[in-house]
């Protein structure tokens, strides 16, 4: 019976052996991969909690890149993005393992359908793996955007509380016009609102990504008929 006893619990405490070994996967990794002969640069930053990867992806046509229904599983990484190629909105998967000195994560990834794969392997990079995590953008931020020709000032103030961001942006024709839903990822923030314009109300989504300081934001209506670009620095 004793000897039952301890292979029953020799057995429990494999089970959970995958789970206390997770890899992880936080900070910025950097790699390439070949795409039609030319070398394409990637950087992935990544945040790993209780097994969850949230984060981003520079170097894709559209970036940064969100991952999407991330995860980390044993020694494998797991997630997807949305990315724009030639007008066209892909969805890229990803899957990767991390190495057993946990400094590289090989990866496969390809459209979802199957049409276009390739790999890479990427290494962990000691710039910037710690910036992100603290990364707050909570305060006055001030900026200004060309509108026909005229300087349009904005004043945006933003609340960050576990990665929701709240607030209001003063300077468009609604003013102020209240956030919606608002987040905070890695280093990147968004939001959309609403404003009117010659009687009519338009929907506009703002992205932006975050540094010591500044937020480089891109927003426009959410039909791509109007966009563009402005920086805003945090008011001290």
């Known amino acids: 019976m004793k000897g039952l006893l301890r292979l029953a619990g020799l057995v429990a405490f494999l089970a959970l052996l995958p789970a206390a070994n997770a890899a992880d996967a936080s900070g910025t990794w950097k790699g390439a991969f070949d795409f039609q002969g030319s070398n394409i640069p990637l950087a992935f930053h990544f945040t790993i909690v209780n097994g969850a990867a949230t984060g981003t992806i520079e170097g894709l046509p559209s970036a ?46 390809g459209t979802d359908d199957g049409s276009w794969s390739a790999q890479m392997t990427v290494a962990r990079s000691a710039d910037t793996a710690p910036a992100t995590a603290g990364l707050d953008v909570t305060g006055t931020w001030k900026g200004s955007f060309d509108f026909q020709g005229t300087s349009m000032p904005l004043t945006l ?64 209506t959410d039909d791509g008929t109007w966009a563009t670009q402005m920086t805003a620095t945090k008011a001290m």
């Open 64 to 109: 940064p890149a969100e991952l999407h229904d991330g995860k980390v599983d044993g020694s494998t990484i797991t997630f997807w993005v949305n990315t724009d190629f030639q007008g066209q909105t892909y969805k890229i998967v990803f899957k990767g393992t991390v190495s057993a000195a946990g400094d590289q994560i090989a990866f496969t990834f």
């Open 157 to 220: 103030h933003l609340t960050c509380a576990a990665g929701v961001v709240t607030g209001t942006v003063e300077g468009l024709p609604t003013t102020p016009a209240e956030i919606h839903e608002g987040k905070l990822d890695g280093d990147t923030v968004s939001f959309w609102l609403n404003t009117d314009y010659q009687g009519q109300t338009y929907k506009l989504v703002y992205k932006g990504k975050v540094t010591a300081g500044q937020i480089a934001f891109s927003f426009g």
